[in-house]
């Protein structure tokens, strides 16, 4: 195909494993969507400059704070990371395969507006070394694109991953979401007939939450819109998981759907509840520490103003710790707060996660990982929820969670974290 743009960069092998996952917050929209909560601005594109110098700053100051770890994956997400400047994106790339051995046929994601993904910018995107396409589609209603605040139409959005497929891109996700205000299941049918049309090899499908302080909320508060339903929601659901297994897909997390090996390897990170850095306004991170049973979560000053000035210092002052301590994270000038996590919350957050994957934990492993074991330490709650016909054993040690219990996943996680 002659259209297709290679990538400059070739990751370089890890020759291991171990390492961490690498998330860019990138903070710039367009426009802000009325339903996000996100650390995400419209307007300032003036710090785009900024931002970008102190983006890379960061990156290099961990690398040599933690001595060049490893990176398994790097996903740019915000806000918008399709909106920024032409080159900046490759320039972060840039800086990450300077500071850090990058593993090989590293996943490397950017998450995207579809009205960002012109020819060009589909092209610079490859070039940059992005493999990974992450597609905020939401809807192929328009109305419920205008709803939601979206830049794009149904047409839009079909357009935008054909010019993904002629760049060469062949990891495209798609996010959608359901239970909107108004929305019916007809609608939602539609929607989701015509993504599968587009054969994505990825969908991620969420259910809409109304976040404090966003003005979707304030709306619905205000009668402006209905209040979303939970039982239509749960239609919704069950129509989907229905239509995308008859479709050849496989459902390997609650609200994630993949065809074959084309599972999300960053989210994979989080679910098994595995190290990442968060670098960027607002980023949150999750390092295993000396001195902390389950490490320690932290993040990033939420302004990026304040965000730029402070990397600028932690860049000039950056040197290679000896081990990494919950003392020495609060240190760093960037991070803004900071959580240790003991061991009863390390092991909840093991298990509720782990059980996110449909196909199931594997109990020895994680304990392993953990460094508790598991099963003795639920041994009544799994009892209970195994009894009550919410989770399951296999024979090879797996556990997961009941098909029945997909729709209350909450109920059997709460079990975990009251224990």
Not at 112 to 132: F, H, M, Q, V, Y
Not at 325 to 339: K, M, N, R
């Given at each position: 195909?002659?259209?297709?743009?290679?990538?400059?960069?070739?990751?370089?092998?890890?020759?291991?494993?171990?390492?961490?996952?690498?998330y860019?917050?990138?903070?710039?929209c367009?426009?802000?969507?009325?339903?996000?909560?996100?650390?995400?601005?419209?307007?300032?594109?003036?710090?785009?400059?900024?931002?970008?110098t102190?983006?890379?700053?960061?990156?290099?100051?961990?690398?040599?704070?933690?001595g060049?770890?490893?990176?398994?994956?790097?996903f740019?997400?915000?806000?918008?990371?399709?909106?920024l400047?032409e080159?900046?994106?490759?320039?972060i790339?840039d800086?990450i395969?300077?500071?850090?051995?990058?593993?090989?046929?590293?996943?490397?994601?950017?998450?995207?507006?579809?009205?960002?993904?012109?020819?060009?910018?589909?092209?610079?995107?490859?070039?940059?070394?992005?493999?990974?396409?992450?597609?905020?589609?939401?809807?192929?209603d328009?109305?419920?694109?205008?709803?939601?605040?979206?830049?794009?139409?149904?047409?839009?959005?079909?357009?935008?991953?054909?010019?993904?497929?002629?760049?060469?891109?062949?990891n495209?996700?798609?996010?959608?979401?359901?239970?909107?205000?108004?929305?019916?299941?007809?609608?939602?049918?539609?929607?989701?007939?015509?993504?599968?049309s587009?054969?994505?090899?990825?969908?991620?499908m969420?259910?809409?939450?109304?976040?404090?302080?966003?003005?979707?909320?304030?709306?619905?508060?205000?009668?402006?819109?209905?209040?979303?339903?939970p039982?239509?929601?749960?239609?919704?659901?069950?129509?989907?998981?229905?239509?995308?297994g008859?479709?050849?897909?496989?459902?390997?997390?609650?609200?994630?759907?993949?065809?074959?090996?084309?599972?999300s390897?960053?989210?994979?990170?989080?679910?098994r509840?595995?190290?990442?850095?968060?670098?960027?306004?607002?980023?949150?991170s999750?390092?295993?520490?000396?001195?902390?049973?389950?490490?320690?979560?932290?993040?990033?000053?939420?302004?990026?103003?304040?965000?730029?000035?402070?990397?600028?210092?932690?860049?000039?002052?950056?040197?290679?710790?000896?081990?990494?301590?919950?003392?020495?994270?609060?240190s760093?000038?960037?991070?803004?707060?900071?959580?240790?996590?003991?061991?009863?919350?390390?092991?909840?957050?093991?298990?509720?996660?782990g059980?996110?994957?449909?196909?199931g934990?594997?109990?020895?492993?994680?304990?392993?990982?953990?460094?508790?074991?598991?099963?003795?330490?639920?041994?009544?709650?799994?009892?209970e929820?195994?009894?009550?016909?919410?989770?399951?054993?296999?024979g090879?040690?797996?556990?997961?969670?009941?098909?029945?219990?997909y729709?209350?996943?909450?109920?059997?996680?709460?079990?975990?974290?009251?224990?």
């Amino acid at each position: 195909m002659a259209d297709v743009v290679q990538p400059r960069r070739t990751p370089k092998s890890t020759g291991g494993v171990g390492g961490i996952s690498l998330y860019v917050h990138v903070p710039f929209c367009l426009s802000k969507c009325p339903y996000c909560d996100f650390n995400t601005y419209q307007g300032i594109e003036s710090q785009f400059g900024d931002f970008l110098t102190a983006v890379t700053g960061e990156i290099e100051a961990w690398a040599r704070a933690l001595g060049r770890p490893a990176v398994n994956t790097v996903f740019l997400g915000g806000g918008t990371p399709s909106y920024l400047p032409e080159g900046d994106v490759g320039r972060i790339l840039d800086a990450i395969a300077g500071s850090y051995p990058v593993r090989g046929g590293a996943e490397i994601t950017a998450e995207c507006n579809p009205n960002d993904l012109t020819a060009a910018k589909c092209a610079e995107l490859r070039s940059a070394g992005i493999n990974r396409i992450s597609m905020g589609v939401q809807s192929m209603d328009n109305g419920l694109l205008a709803m939601l605040g979206r830049r794009h139409d149904a047409d839009e959005a079909v357009g935008a991953l054909e010019a993904c497929r002629r760049a060469g891109f062949e990891n495209v996700n798609l996010d959608l979401m359901y239970g909107l205000p108004h929305q019916s299941l007809g609608q939602w049918r539609d929607t989701v007939e015509r993504i599968l049309s587009q054969s994505p090899e990825h969908i991620s499908m969420y259910s809409l939450t109304l976040e404090d302080g966003t003005p979707l909320k304030r709306w619905v508060e205000q009668g402006n819109l209905p209040e979303p339903d939970p039982d239509l929601a749960a239609d919704m659901y069950d129509l989907a998981r229905s239509a995308l297994g008859n479709a050849g897909y496989h459902h390997y997390e609650i609200s994630n759907w993949c065809r074959a090996g084309f599972e999300s390897e960053h989210n994979l990170a989080y679910w098994r509840n595995l190290e990442w850095l968060g670098v960027g306004p607002g980023a949150h991170s999750s390092l295993r520490t000396v001195d902390s049973p389950g490490g320690c979560r932290f993040w990033t000053v939420r302004s990026p103003r304040e965000y730029a000035r402070l990397a600028d210092e932690w860049f000039g002052t950056a040197t290679q710790w000896e081990s990494a301590t919950a003392a020495a994270i609060e240190s760093v000038p960037t991070v803004d707060g900071l959580e240790s996590i003991d061991e009863g919350t390390a092991a909840a957050e093991t298990m509720f996660l782990g059980l996110r994957l449909l196909d199931g934990m594997d109990v020895g492993e994680a304990s392993a990982r953990a460094g508790i074991d598991l099963a003795a330490r639920y041994a009544r709650e799994l009892g209970e929820l195994t009894q009550d016909g919410l989770l399951v054993w296999e024979g090879d040690g797996r556990l997961r969670l009941a098909e029945e219990a997909y729709l209350v996943a909450n109920q059997v996680f709460t079990r975990f974290l009251a224990s």
